[in-house]
């Protein structure tokens, strides 16, 4: 009987420790860096041991809990594993913290593009998994916190929990003060802390804080008298990040296609000069730095956005259209109406139901950036006589995950035909699956392909006056750009007019396609740069 009593007290023992670690596990793990798997580390969570203690004292206090309140209480874990999940898996990916308040809003969109570059027989494992595993994470949690409750049922075992728990909280407040103690037993950052941001932040939208927040308008201004007479593009390059100018593989990979542009600029009688600028988003939500840009404003979540669309701003584009010009956006991307567009003011705005692309698809949004610099050729530029141009086009052949990359057609008359591409060069793009623990390749592909756009547009356009910024709106992925990348990305201005390219050499351009350091400012900082080039 002593053998059996000393067998069945160890294997409580364990058991007990088991659950334990399986309820921190739960709330430390971390990512392995740039997949979308974990790994346990030797973290300590506050929570686990607030939860335990919890258990421990109100068992002594109010009874045992009933099976209806740790039920609960394991639904409320399975959303704090959810919520460390989405925010260590956000930083390895997105090199940025999740913004719940945002980013839910998308899921259906981003869920719409992995649906359709996942092999059709993916799709549905996808879905069965997305509600299994909620399910599979509930079961061992509420295993793990009913055996803790039990524990709690015996005096030993209160004693024992009270103990551990209260080590741990007493750790967490003087790793707060002193992170230097005990430093082989880091207790974690505590996932509430996710949702209580979320939650301030929908208080401090509702109670109006958000606007009043807002910084004042911006001073824009130019009279474009550097620029008069030429068709300004300002093209947003999508995930053209300084990293591609940074690490070894990107640039021999892209080295050819480089000189291959810069070809085009010099044999079209353009120079270029160029700079780094700090975008206001990383890895994605491109639309803050076009606001950021066009606006003079410093944008970087959506709750600005939303605020300051909502007043009444002066921006880019209304400039030029008080200068005589007519301007124009190119949007590939907008699927549906887009009411924002009236914030900016532009004359015409191409969507892509106007923009009406009969060719293959590519990608999430089937059109290409040569189609879609083709179509504005056509419906814009060739046209004769008209007033100067001022064209704002956010690419998308370069999105995530980059493939597959649309083949570059010489001749862009063909851009318009309903056969763009030989049946060759479509076989060959499409079969290009991505390598999504490795989407490196696919996104050299995506650049040497918008490379070989934007030369070809300006071989095309030789005889017209052009002034063209050319800019990233944010680094691609971390699982691309990699771990502790910057948020700087390329800028440049391609044109024939030695003016515009002297003033901007003044406010830190160098002469030639590399960007150098160091950056020429923040994103917003860049805007009455511009303007100041192109005019006094």
């Given amino acids: 009987m002593g053998k059996e009593s000393n067998a069945a007290g160890i294997f409580h023992w364990a058991t007990l420790a088991a659950a334990l670690a399986l309820l921190n596990a ?47 209480l394991a639904v409320v874990w399975v959303l704090l594993v959810a919520g460390r999940y989405a925010e260590v898996t956000s930083r390895s990916l997105y090199g940025r913290d999740i ?10 969109d981003v869920g719409a593009m992995f649906a359709f570059v996942l092999h059709p027989w993916l799709v549905a494992p996808v879905l069965a998994a997305g509600v299994a595993i909620p399910l599979l994470v509930y079961a061992p949690l509420r295993w793990s916190l009913g055996f803790v409750n039990r524990a709690a049922a015996e005096a030993r075992g209160r004693r024992v929990l009270a103990v551990m728990a209260g080590a741990v909280l007493l750790l967490s ?4 003060i002193d992170g230097r103690v005990l430093p082989i037993a880091t207790v974690a950052d505590p996932v509430a802390r996710v949702y209580a941001r979320e939650a301030g932040e929908l208080v401090y939208e509702l109670s109006g804080a958000g606007v009043r927040a807002l910084p004042p308008p911006a001073s824009i201004a130019s009279d474009l008298s550097r620029v008069h007479g030429a068709d300004v593009f300002v093209i947003f390059m999508e995930s053209y990040g300084a990293v591609s100018w940074q690490r070894p593989e990107f640039i021999d990979a892209l080295a050819p296609s480089r000189q291959d542009l810069d070809a085009a600029i ?33 944008v970087r979540d959506q709750d600005t956005t939303v605020r300051l669309m909502a007043q009444q ?34 004359d015409k705005i191409y969507g892509a139901f106007e923009l009406d692309y009969q060719g293959p698809p590519f990608g999430w949004w089937d059109i290409t950036d040569q189609f879609a610099l083709a179509k504005i050729d056509a419906l814009e530029v060739a046209q004769q006589p008209r007033a100067p141009l001022f064209v704002v086009f956010p690419t998308i052949s370069t999105h995530a995950p980059f493939t597959p990359a649309p083949p570059y057609q010489p001749d862009w008359t063909r ?6 591409h030989d049946d060759e060069e479509l076989d060959v793009a499409w079969n290009d699956q991505p390598d999504w623990l490795n989407l490196s ?31 990233g709106d944010h680094q691609p992925p971390a699982l691309v750009s990699g771990e502790g990348a910057s948020w700087d990305v390329p800028v440049h201005v391609i044109t024939g007019r030695r003016a515009v390219l002297d003033r901007l050499q003044q406010h830190g351009f160098r002469e030639g396609l590399p960007p150098h350091q160091p950056r020429l400012g923040k994103l917003s900082a860049l805007t009455p740069i511009l303007l100041d080039a192109f005019g006094d």
């Fill in 266 to 298: 010099r044999d079209t009688g353009r120079h270029v000069v160029s700079g780094l600028v700090e975008s206001t988003t990383f890895g994605g939500e491109s639309w803050l730095a076009h606001l950021t840009l066009l606006s003079g404003t410093e």
């Fill in 441 to 471: 390749p696919s996104y050299v592909k995506a650049m040497i392909y918008a490379n070989a756009t934007i030369g070809g547009y300006l071989r095309l356009r030789g005889d017209r006056d052009l002034v063209v910024v050319l800019i």
């Fill in 26 to 72: 739960s709330l430390t793990f971390e990512n392995v860096w740039p997949t979308l798997a974990i790994k346990l580390n030797r973290q300590l969570s506050a929570e686990a041991a607030l939860c335990v203690l919890g258990l421990v004292l109100a068992r002594r206090w109010l009874g045992p809990p009933s099976n209806r309140t740790l039920r609960a």
């Fill in 173 to 176: 407040v003087v790793q707060r």
């Fill in 99 to 108: 913004n719940l308040y945002w980013d839910v809003r998308l899921m259906p």
């Fill in 313 to 346: 701003r002066d921006t880019m584009v209304k400039v030029f259209g008080r200068g005589g010009y007519r301007t124009v956006a190119i949007m590939p991307g907008i699927q549906r109406n887009w009411p924002e567009g009236a914030f900016y003011g532009f």
């Fill in 415 to 420: 851009m318009l035909t309903a056969k763009p």
